[in-house]
């Protein structure tokens, strides 16, 4: 379940990275600008990764998994109100938002990898986690590629708001994985 909520999320972030500067250069006639505001997404990618890393620290994993859910859901939902309005600062709040929640993908695959498999084997658990870019990477951007073909970015748009939404489910289904791993394995961590 964690490698295709993975997936899903992973989708978005990508697809976003993919697409944002053309995606900014049908809003704004400087391709400067265009640039400068998709960078925001790589940006705050990074910085979403340190953020998550204190805040796996401080709450557990389990909450971290509900908010970057719950932010690339808003990320994709104002996503979509910016293609659908051509409204550019509403971009740049979904750029912003997109990068910082996907910025909490990684530590949250890696922390998830130790608590539930253990030490032992984390390298090898953790390589077949980060499998999942492989395939998000195909199911984003490449994907992502035909439906902007088909319906142009507010096609994109919406498949980023279903690729939310199949998260979030697949969320669902972690929270009963960590319940079940308070039993087996005890510890505070998982009571966060």
């Known amino acids: ?9 992973s989708a978005i972030g990508l697809s976003v990275i993919s697409n944002a500067s053309p995606l900014a250069q049908t809003m704004t006639d400087s391709i400067l600008v265009a640039t ?5 997404v790589s940006i705050f990618n990074g910085l979403g990764r340190l953020v998550f890393g204190f805040v796996l620290d401080a709450k557990g ?14 990320a994709s939902v104002i996503t979509a109100v910016a293609v659908y309005t051509e409204n550019f600062v509403v971009l740049i709040a979904a750029f912003i938002m997109t990068g910082l929640s996907f910025g909490g993908v990684t530590p949250t695959q890696s922390t998830y990898t130790s608590k539930v498999f253990g030490s032992k084997n984390y390298s090898n658990n953790f390589s077949v986690v980060n499998l999942c ?3 998000a990477s195909f199911v984003g951007p490449y994907l992502m590629g035909i439906m902007n073909g088909i319906g142009g970015y507010r096609l994109m748009a919406l498949c980023f708001i279903g690729f939310a939404v199949i998260g979030f489910v697949l969320k669902l289904f972690l929270k009963l994985h960590f319940e079940g791993s308070i039993k087996n394995k005890g510890g505070n961590q998982w009571e966060k």
Do not use: K, P, Q
């Not at 379940?1 to 999320?9: I, L, N, R, S």
């Not at 400068?36 to 925001?40: E, K, M, N, S």
């Open 1 to 9: 379940m964690c490698f295709f909520w993975d997936v899903a999320m």
């Open 133 to 135: 870019l492989f395939v």
């Open 61 to 74: 994993s389990r909450f971290v998994i509900s908010v970057v859910s719950i932010g690339l859901g808003l």
């Open 36 to 40: 400068t505001v998709a960078g925001l």
